[in-house]
Structure formats: C-alpha cells, structure tokens
C-alpha cells in the first residue's frame, strides 16, 4: 500500500461528475498527487528535555519508533499503526506538540471532541447527585507521603514547584498528579455529621504526570480529564457508588464513541495505587492494543484513615468515610481515533464528531455558483436548526476532490454534496464515512427539510450504530479462550488478547508480563458460566481474567 | 448594628403565619440566637506558606485584617466590609481556603456560578468565531524572557518547576501566569500566509502567580479563566477585535452580572505588560473600590516581533501579525459578591444564580405535610420544566424561619412558601430577595403552571433589573467630577471615584497614587463634549480619566 497523500490546491478542478466517481477510487487518484515537503511536525513528542526545533529535528523519533509526521501524508494503518496515528493527529488538526518534551497543544477540532465528551459526563454526573467544583493544583508535598501505597506510586512522575515569587519554597508543592490527598484535607474539615454524607463532587482539570515515554492523547506530561471525588457512610455505599461511576463510563463508550469496551475489576497489581479496588474499561484499539479508557476505584478507608476524615454516625460513633474516585481524560480521544480510523483517517462516530455533516458544493461555471451555494445554505440552515452539527465548506482554492478526501480524512461522518444538476431535482447526494466509495453513495435525496433532517438523522444513527457493531465484531474475533500459559502465549504472540480462568499467585501475573509483555487488563464482570481451573495453576478459580498487551 | 446570625437547628418550629412575619424582622429575631462555635474557617488565606491549621490558627487575619470569618455569622457589611465578604464566602460556602497560602478551593455553589459566566461567554465566543482549544501549562522559562515588557510584568510572580520525575530540570518551567509566549510559540508554527488569518481561539484554564497579598476570588495564587487570544493580519482588525471582545465582557457584565461596569483604555502604566493599549471593565464594588473585572489587549506586534509570528501576504510579501488576548476570570465572581451583597449575605442576579427559585413547604401537623411536600414537588416540576433553576429545601432538621434566612443569605432571588392554607386555596407565597420583609412579599399567586410561570419568570426579571438599577445609581452616586488635585484628593479620600481632564505625565499619575492611594482605572470610552483642561497641570486635555482605589 501507499502513502495516501493530498493533493495541493492548485490541481485541476472536476466536474461534478468526475468528482463523485473519483472519490471511489481516492488512492489511486493521489498517487498522482505532489509529495508535500516535511512540515516543521517534526517535533518528537518524546525528546529529553525542553527544546527549540532544532534539537528536536535531531532527535525526531526517539520513543515514537522513529516516526515523522507529515503534512498531507497519512501513513496507511496496516503499514505502520504508530505511524498512521501520529500522521492522522497532525494532519486532521487534532494536537500539536507543546515546547516542553511530551506536553500536547490541543487543537480546536480535537478540543471538541473533548467537548463532546464533557457534554454527556457532564449531564451524567449531575443527574447521579455529583456537583462540579475546582480544587487547587499544588499540593504540599507531606500530603502525598500521607498513604502509603499513594507515594509509591506517584512519587518518580511528580513536578515539583520549589520556587515561588522569586524565592526557594519551604515546601516543595506538588503540581498535582491527582487530587485525592487535597481532596481529603478538605473533606475532612467539612465532615462532620452524617448528615454531611454522601458528599460528591466533580472536577475537570488538568493534571500532570512526569512520564518518559509519551504519546499525543494517550500518555502526556499534562493531560485534562475529570475526577470524581465521593464520601459515604459505609463501603457498600462506596462500593455501590463505584460501580455506578464504571456503569456510566461504559455505557459512555458504548452509546457515545461506539467503542465496545470490556468492564471488569483490575487484578491486585494493577490496582490504583491507593485504592481497595479499581474498576476498568479495557478497549481494544485498531492494533490490538489495550487502552485503559477509564477507571473507577473503591478507596474504602485508606484515604480517610490516612486524613482523618471521620463523621459522626446517627448513635454518636466517630467513624471513617469510605470513598471513591473516578477519571476520564483526554487520552479517551486517542481511544476513539485508534478504534475507528482506518487508512483515509479519523473516522468518527456521529454522536462525538465536532462535523457531523460536511456539505460539499460543486460547480464549474461562474453561472452555476450562485445557485449551488444558495442551495447548500438552505441544506446547511435546515439542518443547523435541527440541530446537526453541519458544515459548508465552499473555499474556492481547493477542488471538490480535494475536499471530499480531505474531510474524510478529519473523519466526518456524513457528506452531502450538492451540484448544478443536484439543485434543478431539488435532491443532494449523501456519502457515508464508514462505507467507501460508491456503496456509500446514495444520490436523489430531497433538498426538502421534510425529507432530508429526518433521512439525515436516521443515517446518523445507522453510522453510529455500524461503527459500534464493526469495533464488536473486530474485538471478538481477537479474544481467544486458552486453557495453558502456552495458549496465552500463542495468542498474544499473534497480537490477540487472552481470556481464560485465574487464580495465580501476584507473582506469576509478573511472570507473564516479563515474558510476555501482556497485563491483566481486568476480570470482566461478564463471566462464563461453570467450574473453572486456573490454566497456570491448574488449581479452582472464580473468574477468567482478560490478558492484553496495552498503551 | 448587630452581627447577623443564624440560629441552631433546635429552635422552635414556626406556625406558617408565624413564619412569615419573622422574615421581615430577622435581625431582631436572630439576636436571641445562640451565637455558634468559632469554626475551623480560621485558616487564613494569606498566611505565610503551606500550612497546617495550628499553624493557621496562629497566623489569622495576618493579611486579611484579621478577619475571622465564623460559622452562621454575617458581620454587616456597613461594621466591617472585608469581613462581612469574607463570612459570605464562608457561610454561603462559595469557596474555602487551599492548604498551600493564598490557593482556593471553589465549592459546589461557587463554581456554578462560574459554570454560569462561562455557558454564556462560551457562546458569545463562539459565536464571534473563537474555538476553544488547549495549550500545555508547563512553559520553557527562555519564552518568558522574550518579550521585555512581559518578563518585567510576570517575572515577580513566577512559580518555577525545576524538578520532574525525580529529577533537576536543565531548564526551569514557568506554570503559566498567562499564556501569551507559548500561544505565539505555535502561532509561529501554524501561521503561515493570510489564508492562515485570522486565528481565534479561546481555552478555559487555570493559572498561577505568586501573589503576595491574596483574597478569595479577586486575587488568589492559582485562579480559573478564560484566555482568547487571536492573531490578524493587520492591525486595524486586531484593534476591532479588540473591541469586540471588551463590548462581549461589558455586555456580560450589565446584562448577566447586573453590574454596571464602566469600559474604557487603561494608562499607559496600567497596560498589560506586553500590550500596546489595554481595554477593560472597571466595577464599582459595594465599599467603592474598583475592580478590573476584565482586560482586552491589542498587542499590536510586540508578541510576533519577539516570536518571529509572520505570514506571507496576497503580494508575497512576510509581514508579522497583529494580535490580541482577552481574559475573564473567577475574580468575577467577587465582583458579583461584592456588588450585590448586603447584610444579610450574598444577593445574586437571577441570570447568574445556581438556584433562582428556593420553595419553603411549611406544615406543623403531621397531617398536613403529605399535602405539602406534594404542592411544593408540583410547583418545583413546573418550574423545572420551565427551565427555571429550581430547589424545594424539604429538610426536617431546619425550621422554616431558618431556611429563609439561610436561602437569602445564599442570595436566592426569589423565594415561594408553601403552607397548608396555601395549599387549599392553590396559591403560594412569593417573596423577592431584593426587596426585604413585606414589600417584596406577595400572597395568594396561583399554583397553576399557566399563572405561577409566567408570573414567577417576570419576577426574576424585575430582580434582575432591580438589582442593575440599585447599582447603576449606586456608582453614578459615588463618582465626582473633579476639576482639580485637591477636588480629587477630596473625593478619594471619601472613598469616592473621581472623574477629570487629564493629560499629565506618567510621574504625576504615580505621584496621585503614592499620596492618595488612587490609580487611573481607565479612560471611560463615554466622554463628555467640549474642551477640556487637564485638573493637574492645567494643559489641555483630549480625554478625562478615572481615578479610584481598587482591589
């Protein structure tokens, strides 16, 4: 396969004709297509340290595998998956790298994906009884030495603020890495009572985490995300509440970025570090790949022993709260990007795209443009007060060819394109993402509100719906069932995930990721009925655990 | 006058007739309340560094003047205005004090105000054709240093990582105080030709300086904004841009905010470091002090000079661009306090309230609460469904008479009661928040959706007018004309804003503020007609000037 690359403005311009054929055959036509020179992304995201462009085009490639962005140049998926997902980040304008070595400048167009993803938790989070609210970002840095198991495991990525206004700090402050132990400094002066509890809040923020190997969206030095913050009365209220964040989470995934994730509980080791018990969405990415998408952890009282953060139950018992946290972030995006883009790009599902639909006007006489662009107006207004997210892209620089491959590359998932021909039927032309070329090419729609909102919303849904059933059926057809270490090894040597019975000891969990390279992603909660025997032990075990090598 | 103070939850319970005389008499009737315990709310916020609260405990009011704000008590704001402020903050729980000096926690009823300021400006911004996107807050300290205006405005309040991961950093990292480096950073990188311009964009972010002297909401070490930040082809544009975005803020501010801010050019000396003229909206504050509630820069090409920002025009030929950034900030949120707000605590504007309508059901006998709380569940779905902000306070522990206080004291604009009489006649009880006692009391208001809601949305209208009204002949009140030093120096010293010609030297400006303690908070863009001579020097004057105290 070959670069798909687009072409520069200056190519001919088509007839409406040429054009609705040519998209069917994208890669061949821009295999004609001047190779565009190296852009300036040639910023590693991963390099040593801070760094001016120079440095950075000499160390281009260093974590990434050596990979080069380009402008124009999408890298096909089944060629190099690291390479494509970079190359559809910069080119459909979703990040750039940040001047600091893994830092990410989010794009407006990635941005509002993100925004999409706030919308729907936003609404969620609230309906469930949590309020929004902000906590500081620097953290005494005695509060994260607190719990034990919390410093331990945040303490090699912190940033640390040592100078303040000029002058050495008494303290060092943590730029926070998560806000569990600000978070019960301040729980715990304003519990008092029962009648305090439950307490649930939420924040979104930004947060940071000194990593060294990075990755746009999935693994940055700052990242956004949103942590949810709870106290009860008791742990199976905690518990309970855990479980409800997890549910929201998954029914996100599923509902809104059709991505059909695995929910289930981490093993011991793979455990928040401080947390009684984590719950996971596990997707499953376009390489096979595992991306942790989102977790819920029942604290229980490690936190609030560790703080002090007690009440005073009905009969006058001082008691501690039991607790829980939750997180999405920015790294969702990379998730959705890497389940649904194939080798013309990002390819969005309806309900997260910041296009919805793109309309496409075509003319080639002077005389025919005014009354294609009034057309596309209409279309564009009946639609926007429906409620669609639509688009007119009517520059004059580009080609209608251009523009077809270049909004399939920024993965929308509907076009409509409108020609002279198109605006005497008083009908457009509708193109699906997910289907390429002419089967997803439906001509004589009704320009006719009445017709077109609902013909367009019903397609919508049938590109979310098919996006959805698409990611399923890939991830089932790479989860085997292995009965040995040796079939565990089998399958994740061949890229796939593992899923058989468990009981062994933290030991030989750790055993397999040295030789293998795969973790536990988790315990699903969806478990097969009957007696089940350990396929390393050989010994009874309750549950299959799910084991995949993961971002 | 007495301290305003809110009774336990043991006091007797109130018939409803009772109740609703109370109301107009609730200084009197609070004074036989029992006055409670000092709270844990002593921590102040400006004590010297990361604090536990013994230590805080030790060093109340050290900046703040030693004001101790305490659980259910109101100082009035006539007795002590910093403490009354800082008690409503406490009492109407808007925020609380972070462990690390001078940082602030935003709790749940505070940052809906925020979530309020930006649903609204989100849409004005986008709009006007902004996208919201997100730059990283971690900065090379080098980018600081490029702009010699900026270094020398921000270097003073820098907090510095200089650890990360464990490690030294070859160079120290800025945690953004603004954002106007890095964003010229990546300008330089995406801009380049006129097609490229202009570039809006917009991100709601936190920010950090190292701020001495701290106060909850108007200054804090670490704070939320919104900063725009735009890139144009000409400077002309740029100054309309300008413009646009001080027009959106004061807009914002009299429509939303109820508060009648004057716009208009900043000094020469109060301009943003690194600006070439600086707009703003100053509020006059209940203690007739001035807040800057909002800046736009027009940056002219000082940012693009120091960063190389350049783009290739319709001749060919490399021109820099012109540029501005505009900010709002959770200071906002104090400026509403302390507008609005009076002795019984916060008084907010309808458009700005977390909750708009509070409804009081009042029963005594058992048997009439079914019927109640059922009336009281009926009207709140109305106005639910109306989309009026809406809560039904059900709780058993309070009495009615507390509730009231309490739902004023967090500023509710409107409140509905809800008795058994009520209840057979199929009316409520309305009172307004802006109008104490029996004037802004009204009987017998239908129950029915088609009266209540209609009837209801007027009256939040008429607080909402009412409360920029009472404001706008507050600050119309408290400026003087001044046509001379000593007439200035004579309203400054009265606390008032005063309003002359001035066309004097940078020197004189410093010299008014060393001995009166007054800044030139803006050129107002309202000018009065004809010939001026400026009060100082007696020269000739193009334009007046306002000068005032400000926080």
Known sequence: MVALRFPPFSLLVFSPKTV?????????????????????????????????EQQSRQEVGKDDGGTLPKEGVITPRSQDF????????????????????????????????????????????????????????????????KEAAHVEGFSPELALVTIGGGKELEEKLVVRPTSETIV????????????????????????????????????????????????????????????????IYTKFAYEEAAMPVITGRKSRLETFAGASRTYTIEAMMGDRKALQAGTSHNLGQNFSHAFGTQFMDENGQRQYVSQTSWAISTRFIGGIIMTHGDDAGLMLPPRIAPIQVIIVPIWKKSDEKAGVLSAATHVE?????????????????KTPGWK????????????????????????????RRDIPGKQGKVFGISMEPSTLVPYIRDRLQDVQASLLERAITFRDSNIVDVSSYDELKAAI?????????WSASDAEELRIKEETGATIRCF??????????CFMTGNPANEVAIFAKSY
């Open 20 to 52: 609705i054929s040519s998209s069917s055959s994208s890669l061949a036509f821009f295999r004609r297509a001047r190779r565009p020179s190296p852009s300036r992304f040639q910023l590693c995201f991963s390099s040593l340290s801070t760094q001016s």
């Open 82 to 145: 690291n390479m494509w997902y970079l190359d559809v980040i910069y080119n459909a304008e979703l990040a750039d790298y940040g001047p600091v070595r893994g830092t990410m400048v989010i794009r407006p167009y990635g941005y509002a994906m993100w925004e999409a993803i706030q919308d729907y938790l936003n609404v969620k989070f609230k309906e469930t009884g949590h309020s929004n609210m902000y906590f500081p970002q620097l953290i005494p840095y005695s509060f994260i030495e």
């Open 184 to 247: 019960n400094h301040m729980f715990t002066q304003w519990i008092h009572s029962y009648r305090d509890l439950p307490l649930m809040v939420n924040q979104w923020a930004n947060v940071t985490r000194w990593e060294m190997r990075t990755r746009p969206f999935v693994r940055t030095l700052e990242f956004l995300w949103q942590e949810g913050h709870t106290a009860h009365a008791t742990e199976i209220e905690a518990e309970k509440e855990a479980l409800q964040m997890i549910d």
């Open 381 to 397: 207004e009946a639609l926007k007060s429906a409620g669609v997210k639509v688009k007119v892209d009517s520059s004059e620089q």
């Open 404 to 431: 077809f491959n270049f909004w399939e590359m920024k993965g929308v998932p509907l076009r409509i394109e409108i020609g002279p021909r198109d605006v005497s039927n008083g009908s457009v032309v509708v193109s």
């Open 493 to 501: 040597a061949e890229g796939r995930w593992a899923r058989g019975p």
């Open 524 to 533: 699903p909660f969806e478990q097969p009925e009957g007696l089940k025997t």
